[in-house]
């Protein structure tokens, strides 16, 4: 095993650290596991916050700052954060206009952000929960009952931190972060797989060239196996299964995200031929994001995510924001 780490039993709490270290505008809970904004609570705002496992950066500690998150929790890698993390996340940026929790369909991470909701609300705490769940893969998995939460995360947590930020009410920013879930839909494919650092060896066998269309962020498996293809022909597969089920009226945002292993040579490359398949089937792009966001630790590959939006959606797209991986306009 050749990884930049010390013991495998420490790796979130020195990653953590260092992550404090970088970034003093955010004020990071070793201990406890809870990254939150500075200046949190911030007066008369609406709060978010999510989380999950580590191993999926920058999401979610990398997108905590002004326009997007409050705060975040880190569960260790691959594993749902607990109850005692998002309450007091919570209790840490409540302002008293009340907190949504961004909670992606994952078993562990739905069933624990619902226990926290109850906890937080018996403290005294507003609490309304937005449900991602944009993969088109497959419909259950082994982590999930439903579709998988992937990529479109990031859109919900932009868009809605956007509008809570403009001081919009719990119940706007909450039908923003539905409204925006219910318009993305995503599709991964995996070249390799990943390795965890307790594990030490790959999650899921691969064999050498073939790929994994589909694949979840954790490893679950996808539609199917093949023979590996070239950037155009992975384009066409991933595109049109997201285009069978979004069938898009409206301009999309557009994200070609890397699982933490791809070179933006290949990322960028492979951007090209995902537009090239929109132009195709004419959608037209309003926004774009090529990049690392929703990883999966060391895994080569990469996923495309489409958001329908319409002008509101592109304007809170579009505001401000100032986080460790995501800033524009400040």
Same mark, same amino acid.
């Given at each position: +095993?050749?990884?930049? @780490?010390?013991? $495998?039993?420490?790796?979130?709490?020195?990653?953590?650290?260092?992550?404090?270290?970088?970034? &003093?505008?955010?004020?990071?809970?070793?201990?406890?596991?809870?990254?939150?904004?500075?200046?949190? &609570?911030?007066?008369? *705002?609406?709060?978010?916050?999510?989380? /999950?496992?580590?191993?999926?950066?920058?999401?979610? %500690?990398?997108?905590?700052?002004?326009?997007?998150?409050?705060?975040?929790?880190?569960?260790?890698?691959?594993?749902? $954060?607990?109850?005692?993390?998002?309450?007091?996340?919570?209790?840490?940026?409540?302002?008293?206009?009340?907190?949504?929790?961004?909670?992606?369909?994952?078993?562990?991470?739905?069933?624990?952000?619902? +226990?926290?909701? =109850?906890?937080?609300?018996?403290?005294?705490?507003?609490?309304?929960?937005?449900?991602?769940?944009?993969?088109?893969?497959?419909?259950?998995?082994?982590?999930?009952? /439903?579709?998988?939460?992937?990529?479109?995360?990031?859109?919900?947590? *932009?868009?809605?931190?956007?509008?809570?930020?403009?001081?919009? &009410?719990?119940?706007?920013?909450?039908?923003?972060?539905?409204?925006?879930?219910?318009?993305?839909?995503?599709? %991964?494919?995996?070249?390799?797989?990943?390795?965890?650092?307790?594990?030490?060896?790959?999650?899921?066998?691969?064999?050498?060239?073939?790929?994994?269309?589909?694949? %979840?962020?954790?490893?679950?498996?996808?539609?199917?196996?093949?023979?590996?293809?070239?950037?155009?022909?992975?384009?066409?597969?991933?595109?049109?299964?997201?285009? =069978?089920?979004?069938?898009?009226?409206?301009?999309?945002?557009?994200?070609?995200?890397?699982?933490?292993?791809? &070179?933006?040579?290949?990322?960028?490359?492979?951007?090209?031929?995902?537009?090239?398949?929109?132009?195709?089937?004419?959608?037209?792009?309003?926004?774009?994001?090529? %990049?690392?966001?929703?990883?999966?630790?060391? +895994?080569?590959?990469?996923?495309?995510?489409?958001?329908? @939006?319409?002008?509101?959606?592109?304007?809170? #797209?579009?505001?401000?924001?100032?986080?460790?991986?995501?800033? #524009?306009?400040?």
């Amino acid at each position: +095993m050749r990884m930049l @780490i010390n013991v $495998p039993e420490t790796v979130v709490a020195d990653a953590l650290r260092g992550m404090a270290a970088a970034h &003093p505008e955010l004020t990071v809970d070793v201990e406890n596991r809870v990254i939150v904004r500075r200046d949190a &609570p911030v007066a008369d *705002k609406v709060a978010l916050v999510s989380g /999950g496992g580590s191993g999926h950066e920058p999401l979610h %500690g990398g997108f905590v700052g002004p326009g997007m998150l409050s705060a975040a929790c880190p569960g260790e890698v691959f594993t749902s $954060p607990v109850p005692d993390q998002m309450v007091r996340a919570a209790a840490a940026v409540d302002s008293g206009k009340g907190v949504l929790f961004v909670v992606k369909n994952y078993t562990g991470d739905v069933l624990n952000f619902d +226990m926290a909701a =109850e906890l937080a609300e018996d403290e005294g705490i507003q609490v309304a929960k937005v449900l991602v769940d944009d993969d088109v893969a497959v419909t259950d998995s082994l982590y999930t009952a /439903g579709r998988r939460g992937t990529g479109a995360t990031l859109f919900v947590e *932009k868009i809605a931190g956007a509008a809570a930020d403009a001081g919009a &009410p719990l119940e706007r920013v909450e039908a923003i972060a539905r409204r925006v879930n219910e318009n993305s839909r995503s599709l %991964g494919v995996a070249l390799s797989a990943c390795t965890t650092p307790a594990k030490g060896s790959p999650t899921f066998e691969l064999p050498s060239g073939e790929l994994e269309l589909g694949v %979840g962020i954790h490893g679950e498996p996808g539609r199917e196996r093949r023979a590996m293809m070239t950037s155009r022909e992975i384009a066409d597969f991933a595109v049109d299964a997201v285009l =069978e089920d979004l069938r898009p009226r409206n301009p999309v945002l557009l994200l070609v995200n890397g699982m933490g292993a791809t &070179p933006l040579l290949e990322l960028y490359g492979f951007h090209a031929e995902v537009q090239r398949v929109l132009a195709e089937r004419n959608v037209v792009v309003a926004g774009v994001l090529v %990049g690392n966001y929703v990883t999966s630790l060391d +895994m080569a590959g990469a996923s495309v995510t489409l958001c329908q @939006i319409d002008e509101e959606l592109l304007r809170l #797209w579009d505001a401000p924001v100032r986080t460790p991986g995501l800033r #524009w306009g400040m």
